[in-house]
């Protein structure tokens, strides 16, 4: 089993940036693969973005160029670097795991085995 918690969520101005945390627990995530989803009110969990276990990075279209995501396996935490926020960034972010999965799938949130509990983002206009 994998534990999932995030944090770092806030309300933050357009233009602004956040850090989102994604700590994880119970076992070593260095074979796993991470991902953030978001999912704002109304309407369905959509992909963010995605590191690999092999440290391959996956971006949404929407956030390309904006978020970074990374990972320190190490430390068992994963981040997602937010900038030039925008109100249509306002969701909860969630935090995925899937043990040693790459390429296409990664997108599917079916695909995962754990997530954590979600922080929510709200940017203001």
């Known amino acids: 089993q994998v534990q999932l918690v995030e944090s770092g969520g806030g309300l933050v101005q357009a233009g602004g940036s956040l850090r989102l945390s994604c700590g994880a627990s119970?076992?070593?995530?260095?074979?796993?693969?991470m991902t953030w989803f978001r999912q704002a009110p109304g309407k369905e969990r959509e992909f963010v973005g995605s590191v690999t276990w092999n440290f391959r990075t996956y971006y949404a279209d929407s956030v390309k160029g904006r978020f970074t995501i990374s990972r320190d396996n190490t430390l068992a935490l994963v981040y997602l670097q937010m900038s030039s926020l925008t109100p249509e960034d306002t969701a909860v972010y969630y935090c995925?795991?899937?043990?040693?999965?790459?390429?296409?799938?990664?997108?599917?949130?079916?695909?995962?085995?754990?997530w954590g509990r979600g922080t929510q983002v709200t940017v203001s206009s």
């Open positions: 119970g076992r070593t995530i260095t074979r796993y693969t």
């Open positions: 995925a795991a899937r043990f040693r999965m790459d390429g296409s799938p990664v997108i599917d949130a079916d695909n995962y085995t754990y």
